[in-house]
């Protein structure tokens, strides 16, 4: 019987094939998985219906489970129909996950573009569709590596 919180077959199959520096994405109800995936990335659908699974629930089950060396979002975009102000409130949600998984990490921002383009390589292993309903809450997970 495993003693992490992630119990999703598949999910623990992918992470437990990948390794330093591999990319696990978990994506928002908006995401375009299909077009926006890595060569080797495999998609897993938790998005059961709109707001569920959340981003941030997905992203505490996986914390149980990975080392993780960095996250980054999506950055937000200041102007337009989609624009923000300030950092959208899914992300002081993600900020409390990490800290309580007990996890000094800042939330790196990488422009919306670029984003897709950090997905789109040989590292990208991994990704995870959610119902998430909440704007800019697509993450990048690089796994790191065990201690020694």
């Keep these: 019987?495993?003693?992490?919180?992630?119990?999703?077959?598949?999910?623990?199959?992918?992470?437990?094939?990948?390794?330093?520096?591999?990319?696990?994405?978990?994506?928002?109800?908006?995401?375009?998985?299909?077009?926006?995936?890595?060569?080797?990335?495999?998609?897993?659908?938790?998005?059961?219906?709109?707001?569920?699974?959340?981003?941030?629930?997905?992203?505490?089950?996986?914390?149980?489970?990975?080392?993780?060396?960095?996250?980054?979002?999506?950055?937000y975009v200041t102007e337009g129909e989609y624009g923000l102000t300030e950092d959208p409130p899914v992300w002081n949600d993600y900020?409390?996950?990490?800290?309580?998984?007990?996890?000094?990490l800042p939330l790196k921002p990488i422009e919306k573009w670029a984003f897709y383009e950090a997905v789109e390589n040989d590292d990208h292993v991994l990704t995870i569709q959610t119902g998430e309903k909440m704007g800019w809450a697509n993450l990048i997970l690089t796994l790191g590596c065990r201690t020694f």
């Design 95 to 104: 900020r409390k996950t990490i800290s309580d998984a007990g996890l000094d």
């Design 1 to 75: 019987m495993l003693k992490t919180d992630l119990i999703h077959p598949d999910i623990l199959a992918i992470l437990a094939s990948s390794g330093h520096h591999s990319k696990v994405l978990i994506a928002d109800g908006n995401y375009p998985v299909a077009s926006k995936l890595g060569p080797n990335a495999e998609i897993v659908h938790l998005n059961f219906m709109p707001g569920l699974l959340s981003c941030n629930q997905v992203l505490q089950g996986l914390l149980t489970a990975i080392a993780v060396e960095e996250i980054n979002t999506m950055q």
